[in-house]
């Protein structure tokens, strides 16, 4: 008896997604609720389960294939992979053929593996490798019969063993033939469903808000001193590093109560104010850029921000965030310092109103009672819709987030 799976329910105001990568091939045993297909949505990517044990029957959809909320994408065949072979097997060879995942092209410097067979990677995989300019065939794969899984691409990124060999011609050329001119290769990878959800909120919020960026720095040496002095014991007793996001979530939480019009919203003719501030931070992930939300980050202490942070990192590497995760948001933190970027004006996330972007961290001469010294400085830059916040608000929210960032006591006595 076959088995239908369809697309499950995604999420609130979630109807389609994107078929990313077959994790089970046709004849091959699945458990139940174990992860047959991964499903790339506006905003995460998610693993349809088998609801049955057996063995994996046709394939309806392909990977790249647009699927809505309901679709059928396969069938699994119920019963023990033994006796389900035979039944397999019987499958006509045009039949099978066309039921199987169509293989990507190998990317540039792949090569044939060990067994002979052609690298074949599935369209997300192929996508990490190009970006990262990887050779596919010095990875190790961890996936069903060795194939390459988004994890292992990224491991490799991170140990940095897999760097692409320069392309080679399909034939040696003969000793006295002239080099090879400079290659004008194109290669053309369709978006991501978060890559475009992503340009089309940008250029959303470009044309509807009037937007507008106020700029500071800060000096850091009191955060710096205080996170030196007692990250150790913080993270002996928390069991979770001590970073700078913590204090500037609590800082942003703290301008945000005094300065209620940033962390409002504009909603046909009318101004929604919230008394909670739920704090989207930018995290990055092997799909891109994804923004999971704080929730009531105005009663949490340091460490509960931080474990929350560290939480939604890890998961986001693994590729577990869910649409909970990413839902909602009053207030965006991003940082792009941590990738070295020295002042950029952020873009706010529709429906918010405003976005703080944090900048590395730079020793500057700056003066300080009539002498001038050098200080730990960071930029600051708030972009906000100028419709409904007035630039003295602006100015007077990222002084404020100034203020406590270089006094941190005032995070303690709510100053």
Same mark, same amino acid.
């Given at each position: 008896?076959?088995?239908?799976?369809?697309?499950?329910?995604?999420?609130?105001?979630?109807?389609?997604?994107?078929?990313?990568?077959?994790?089970?091939?046709?004849?091959?045993?699945?458990?139940?609720?174990?992860?047959?297909?991964?499903?790339?949505?506006?905003?995460?990517?998610?693993?349809?389960?088998?609801?049955?044990?057996?063995?994996?029957?046709?394939?309806?959809?392909?990977?790249?294939?647009?699927?809505?909320?309901?679709?059928?994408?396969?069938?699994?065949?119920?019963?023990?992979?033994?006796?389900?072979?035979?039944?397999?097997?019987?499958?006509?060879?045009?039949?099978?053929?066309?039921?199987?995942?169509?293989?990507?092209?190998?990317?540039?410097?792949?090569?044939?593996?060990?067994?002979?067979?052609?690298?074949?990677?599935?369209?997300?995989?192929?996508?990490?490798?190009?970006?990262?300019?990887?050779?596919?065939?010095?990875?190790?794969?961890?996936?069903?019969?060795?194939?390459?899984?988004?994890?292992?691409?990224?491991?490799?990124?991170?140990?940095?063993?897999?760097?692409?060999?320069?392309?080679?011609?399909?034939?040696?050329?003969?000793?006295?033939?002239?080099?090879?001119?400079?290659?004008?290769?194109?290669?053309?990878?369709?978006?991501?469903?978060?890559?475009? #959800?992503?340009?089309?909120?940008?250029?959303?919020?470009?044309?509807?808000?009037?937007?507008?960026?106020?700029?500071?720095?800060?000096?850091?040496?009191?955060?710096?001193?205080?996170?030196?002095?007692?990250?150790?014991?913080?993270?002996?007793?928390?069991?979770?590093?001590?970073?700078?996001?913590?204090?500037? #979530?609590?800082?942003?939480?703290?301008?945000?109560?005094?300065?209620?019009?940033?962390?409002?919203?504009?909603?046909?003719?009318?101004?929604?104010?919230?008394?909670?501030?739920?704090?989207?931070?930018?995290?990055?992930?092997?799909?891109?850029?994804?923004?999971?939300?704080?929730?009531?980050?105005?009663?949490?202490?340091?460490?509960?921000?931080?474990?929350?942070?560290?939480?939604?990192?890890?998961?986001?590497?693994?590729?577990?965030?869910?649409?909970?995760?990413?839902?909602?948001?009053?207030?965006?933190?991003?940082?792009?310092?941590?990738?070295?970027?020295?002042?950029?004006?952020?873009?706010?996330?529709?429906?918010?109103?405003?976005?703080?972007?944090?900048?590395?961290?730079?020793?500057?001469?700056?003066?300080?009672?009539?002498?001038?010294?050098?200080?730990?400085?960071?930029?600051?830059?708030?972009?906000?819709?100028?419709?409904?916040?007035?630039?003295?608000?602006?100015?007077?929210?990222?002084?404020?987030?100034?203020?406590?960032?270089?006094?941190?006591?005032?995070?303690?006595?709510?100053?």
């Amino acid at each position: 008896m076959a088995t239908e799976v369809k697309v499950p329910t995604l999420g609130e105001s979630v109807t389609e997604a994107t078929v990313g990568q077959w994790l089970k091939k046709p004849g091959e045993a699945v458990k139940a609720d174990e992860p047959i297909v991964s499903l790339e949505t506006d905003k995460v990517a998610v693993d349809v389960p088998s609801p049955v044990a057996g063995v994996m029957g046709d394939l309806v959809a392909k990977e790249g294939d647009t699927v809505e909320v309901g679709a059928l994408l396969a069938y699994v065949n119920e019963g023990g992979a033994a006796a389900a072979a035979p039944a397999a097997a019987a499958v006509p060879a045009a039949k099978a053929e066309a039921a199987a995942p169509a293989p990507a092209a190998s990317a540039p410097a792949a090569s044939d593996d060990e067994e002979g067979g052609s690298l074949t990677l599935s369209p997300a995989v192929r996508r990490l490798v190009l970006e990262h300019g990887l050779d596919p065939s010095k990875i190790k794969g961890t996936g069903k019969d060795g194939r390459l899984t988004k994890d292992d691409v990224m491991a490799a990124v991170a140990a940095g063993t897999a760097k692409a060999a320069a392309a080679t011609p399909a034939s040696a050329p003969a000793a006295d033939a002239p080099a090879a001119g400079p290659s004008r290769k194109q290669e053309r990878v369709k978006m991501t469903r978060l890559r475009q #959800t992503v340009a089309k909120r940008l250029k959303e919020a470009q044309n509807n808000a009037a937007l507008l960026t106020t700029y500071n720095d800060v000096d850091m040496t009191n955060v710096i001193e205080a996170r030196a002095k007692y990250k150790d014991l913080f993270e002996k007793k928390h069991g979770v590093r001590l970073g700078f996001m913590g204090f500037f #979530t609590k800082a942003v939480c703290m301008a945000l109560k005094d300065i209620p019009g940033v962390n409002a919203q504009i909603e046909g003719d009318e101004i929604v104010y919230n008394d909670f501030a739920d704090i989207s931070v930018a995290v990055s992930a092997p799909t891109g850029l994804v923004v999971p939300v704080i929730r009531n980050a105005e009663s949490l202490s340091v460490a509960a921000i931080e474990k929350t942070i560290g939480g939604f990192g890890k998961k986001a590497k693994e590729g577990k965030l869910t649409m909970e995760d990413m839902k909602g948001g009053t207030f965006t933190i991003s940082n792009g310092g941590v990738f070295g970027s020295l002042l950029s004006s952020p873009i706010i996330n529709p429906p918010q109103s405003a976005v703080l972007g944090l900048h590395r961290i730079e020793d500057r001469p700056v003066v300080r009672n009539g002498q001038i010294v050098i200080r730990p400085m960071m930029y600051l830059a708030l972009s906000y819709d100028h419709r409904l916040i007035d630039g003295r608000e602006a100015v007077t929210f990222l002084v404020a987030v100034k203020n406590a960032i270089e006094d941190p006591t005032r995070l303690l006595i709510d100053l």
